[in-house]
């Protein structure tokens, strides 16, 4: 009978599977082959984007499309991706999900107008008629990452508006913005700089300055240089620049030989009164852009911020929560009941972040584990056990290394195990509450509540409860400290709970390092100077291209609460780095002497190559991006697994704070030198513009999206950053005119007749020129004429400065220095006014806080928006395309998600269900429970919320609607770390064999159907299409499986798994199989379905990679009918 009702089962389920099948229309006709049902880890993924019009698709993905049919581009044979449906799959993902795409309305249309066509799919992967037209209206919308249900296209590198640059980001709108206001600025100061350019270039100056690069004319750069008499100058004080120091040998009327001592002496006066004045008008325009520059980028935030409506607009943060408010229910209580609004989204986190990373790490191991077996291989504990032992014993010296350097599955299984012991630990401490989410549903209940309730951070401390409304108060007697809460995709969810006191030990460290790299570089160019300065400035360059990926990782040991405070930090240790290295360092290694000489080693020939280079090396690496270009075309095509080709295909990363470094460090560098090279400011404005266009390619077709970080690095930039650039340029520009001409020679009031006459001199360097002395010509001596920062250091500079005997300024000099050294000193307590307010109004927050909303309030309700995300708490990993979830997400719908995996739900991701996996029992759910942050969902028109203390009902945040064109199937690892819910009847609880062989499914053998799998959207059902309400045909299976049966162990008696914990044990009670049914299971013996391998690795151990047995037949059948019978339940 009970194979009877066995066969009734199948023939049941049989029916369900053609019946869905044969109602399913694809989306899109496809002429490749079906995607493989029942997907493992190594089998390849279908994308629905496969069809893509040709045109549309990225140009690499064009050459990976022409090169993959040869083997030497991707190796096939035995590989996963053997028909190369992978690699298209990840190259689809990459432009789908990895790169930025808007909703085309153009193609839209299109689709309405051909209902009732038989192609009337063909709109998703046909091109606009009017291509662009939407682009240069701005009226863009940004489609969520693999997005399917609307026809999307790729943004336009060219013609794509600024106005829309806002859409990745309101820091990314404000740096483009900022990056060509800047550019316009810098081009405009060229222009008030034109007389200078004209002055320096002209016959006046130094004869048209012949033989003087193109690039370099109009500046300062000297030409014109006499040996002049200087009968005292010491040689000691030449040693750096013994070009320019030079002597002869004559005889005096006495017979007696006489050395004379010449010098070299500049003959161009640089320092008129002309120069100066167009000079000061240059830094007046600048301070007042400026000032015009904070007032564009204000009206830049609210038209970025009105276009975009995103979750910041409707939500608040509570940053001091009571330790014990961890239930949502409470939270949206007590804003309702006081403001009379709707709480649509709740996120209350806890201090759980060492159990968070415990499972990600978990979840990564069993991710290693499950690339190194092979598909179809026994994947239970008992297999793995014995196997990882065969391994550790006959490894080799080799094999040893190899693991030293790459773990495998010897080490992993360990490591899963103490991961395990671990988790249990601290998934039963007690966590305290860290911070609150809260997410209404207009914009206006959000400013009304921030308005009332808005204290100063030190009053919320102290709990002032005198300082609000006593109605106000939480719990009746706690000040909130309430906020406008961050972007979601900026909160750094595993640094809520870090102390400020270890945030700041933190961050000393780390600043500490950042200086020694700082002293370690210019000490590094300084040596590399000496063998040319072309060699220094290639140096430069490569170290400002480098030193981020330092300051990064930095910067990652550092806790901050957001993505604004790191990317501040990260902006000032790159800022600094690149200032003093780029302009600073290279002015101290530089002779006194060599400021306007010309030579390769010298001065202005050194800032030219500086800009040259960093133009040129930084743009061109950018361009061509050859690490994410080998990862994709080189590493991609021979992945292990479609998970790690995806991974290869997630593009560059890339901080906004970078690029804001990269702009102020052009314009610190233009500003530092703009008195002596007064055509730097059209470099900086080309650099700009091409930076501009070259960062606008970068983010639409080869970056990774980033953080959606807010105003304040731009503001942060502009407030400190850039008034100190203007501080720079007073301050440096008066010091430059003041060490003209740059000879350190000084006239005496005598005339030695001894040097009268034509002369042969040498010079330190043994070069013979001419020196021609007339009569009466004054002869001179060596002067110190640098007044900066060192021994002869005055502030501000003026004409008293000059030793007394030791006079080289002319008249008009003096005037302008006098000038220039009281506008620096002005502009100097300008800035520090600047500072000192800001530093004010930081202090006075902390006590008394003012909300003004930025924008007005747009009239759109949270829930109508249709790209949004809410605050869910997640951990990104190395490991997976998507991040890990650490909260439980069977009370929220996929709406508040940002981001969706084609292949698998939301709840793949969710690190809860591993934790109840591992502390197996209805005594610990309660603990499980307890041990993770708390979200809720409450839709308008959802139902409304339990009371406090109640067990929520559950929302499954799976997939319900979206139709596909391929089929959603499971990989190992989510069968033995997730436990498993129905997506129909959600507290159903559903048995699974975590001992299935992977090519096989849990559930059937050779049959056509969907597995089950408790990550995808219709399991036990067809995927065609089914009415809503409509349940799926539903049949009790006669018996159930037993993965010990026929293996010789004592399941009765059998200890806790060491690697799942009490996951093993399947049944809750309600699960429980009849004793007749445990005995009827199907053989999965590991003995009788693994076998032993050990004769095919060598001694090294080589063979632990691909870990998997080879399938009897008699066992394949005897599994595939023990799983299709046991193991899937439809009652």
Known sequence: MEKIAAIQAAEAIAEID????????????????????????????????????????????????KLQNYSWYQPRGTHWDFNGLGLQSAWAHFEHSVLPRYISKALAS??????????????????????????????????EPGESESPTKLYSTLSTPLSQMGDFGLGVGLYFSS?????????????????????????????????????????????EQVWVPCPTCPIDKYENSRDRIAGT??????????????????????????????????????????????????????????????????????????????????????????????TTCCTVTIDNDLLVNALAERREVLHQIEEKIKEGAAAN?????????????????????????????????????????????LAQQNYRATRVFCTFETESMQRDIISEMKVGPMTAHMNSVHAINPNLLFRGEIVLDVREAEEPSTIRWMDLDVSWSNKMKQLSVTTLISLAFVVAVAVIVALVRLHGAAYAALAISFANSLFPIVAKILTNVEAHASETGKQCSLFVKIAIFRWVVTA??????????????????????????????????????????????????????????????????????????????????????????????????????????????????????????????????????????MTTSVAA?????????????????????????????????????????????????????????????????????????????????????????????????????????????????????????????????????????????????????????????????DYVGESIFDWSDPARSHSYYDLTRDVEQLLKGDENEETCYRAFGQIRHWPPNGPDAVEVGEKPRRRSSLRRSKESAFKRNVSWSSKVTCKTYSKDVPMTHESFNANA????????????????????????????????????????????????????????????????GESQNQYDGHDQPSENSLQTGGSSSTSSAYADNSSEGSDSGDSEEDYGGSFSEESQTTAGTSASEGSRHIT
């Open 997 to 1060: 062989s992977t090519n096989q499914g849990m559930n059937f053998d050779g049959h056509a159907a969907p597995i089950f799998d408790p990550h995808t959207q219709n399991e036990a059902r067809g995927f065609g299409k089914q009415n809503e309400g409509e349940a799926p045909p539903q049949v009790t299976p006669p018996q159930h499986f037993d993965q010990y049966h026929n293996t010789g162990v004592d399941q009765a008696n059998q200890q806790t798994d060491p690697f799942y």
């Open 584 to 721: 600073i360092v290279i002015t101290i290694i530089t002779p006194f002497t060599s400021t306007l000489t010309r030579g390769p080693d010298h001065l202005l020939q050194s800032i030219w190559l500086i800009f040259f280079t960093d133009l040129v090396t930084s743009n061109v690496l950018q361009i061509f991006d050859p690490v994410s270009n080998f990862k994709r075309h080189f590493l991609a095509p021979r992945a292990k697994s479609q998970e790690r080709m995806n991974l290869l295909m997630s593009g560059t990363e890339y901080t906004i704070a970078e690029r804001f470094t990269n702009m102020t460090k052009q314009l610190f560098l233009t500003f530092y030198y703009c008195a002596i090279y007064p055509s730097i400011f059209f470099i900086c404005s080309v650099t700009l513009f091409i930076n501009f266009y070259v960062d606008k390619f970068s983010i639409m077709r080869t970056w990774k999206p980033a953080p959606m970080v807010g105003a304040s690095i731009a503001k942060f930039s502009r407030v400190y950053f």
């Open 729 to 889: 340029l007073a301050i440096v520009s008066s010091y430059w005119f003041s060490g003209f001409p740059y000879d350190n020679l000084c006239a005496d009031n005598t005339s030695h007749s001894a040097y009268y006459g034509n002369w042969q001199v040498t010079d330190g360097n043994g070069q013979t020129s001419s020196a021609v002395v007339e009569p009466n010509q004054r002869s001179y001596h060596f002067c110190n004429q640098y007044i900066g920062p060192g021994q002869n250091f005055k502030f501000p500079v003026s004409a008293g400065a000059q030793p007394s005997g030791s006079k080289w300024m002319t008249s008009s000099q003096e005037q302008l220095v006098g000038i220039y050294g009281i506008v620096s000193a002005v502009v100097l307590g300008l800035v520090c006014a600047v500072f000192a307010y800001r530093i004010f109004r930081l202090c006075q927050k902390l006590f008394s806080a003012s909300y003004k909303p930025a924008g007005s309030d747009q009239g759109m309700n949270f829930s109508e928006v249709g790209t949004i995300s809410s605050y869910i708490p997640q951990v990104k990993s190395e490991q997976f395309t998507y991040p890990l979830l650490a909260v439980n997400v």
């Open 381 to 425: 504990t008992l297999s793995l056990s014995e196997y990882a032992a065969k391994v550790e014993h006959r490894r080799g010296l080799i094999g040893y290394i190899k693991s030293r350097i790459s773990p495998g599955i010897p080490e992993l299984v360990d490591r899963l195990t103490v991961l395990n012991q671990k988790i249990q630990g």
């Open 110 to 143: 299109r689709k309405t107008a051909s209902v009732g066509l038989d192609d009337d799919d063909d709109w998703l992967y046909s091109p606009g008629q009017n291509k662009g037209s939407q682009e240069r209206k701005g009226d863009l919308q940004r489609a």
């Open 18 to 65: 053609e019946s869905a099948e044969s109602s399913t229309t694809p989306l899109v006709e496809s002429k490749r082959p079906p995607v493989v049902s029942r997907r493992g880890i190594k089998t390849y993924q279908e994308s629905p984007f496969l069809d893509d019009p040709f045109n549309d698709m990225t140009y690499g993905r064009r050459i990976a499309l």
């Open 179 to 223: 990056l060509r206001a800047i550019a316009l600025i810098s081009l405009v100061a060229g222009l008030i700089n034109l007389p200078n350019i004209l002055y320096f270039a002209s016959d006046v100056y130094s004869a048209n300055q012949p033989d003087v690069n193109f690039l370099l004319k109009g500046s300062a750069l000297c030409t």
């Open 249 to 342: 040998t004559t005889v005096t009327p006495d017979g007696e030989l006489q050395t004379l001592m010449f010098a070299m002496k500049n003959t161009c006066d640089g320092a008129t009164m002309n120069v100066g004045i167009v000079n000061l008008a240059s830094l007046g325009f600048i301070m007042l852009a400026t000032v015009a520059l904070s007032a564009y980028q204000k009206r830049k935030v609210v038209e970025f911020d009105e276009q975009e409506q995103t979750a910041q607009d409707y939500s608040i943060e509570i940053s001091n929560p009571p330790k014990d408010a961890t239930e949502p229910e409470e939270w949206k209580k007590f804003f309702e009941s006081r403001f009379g609004v709707h």
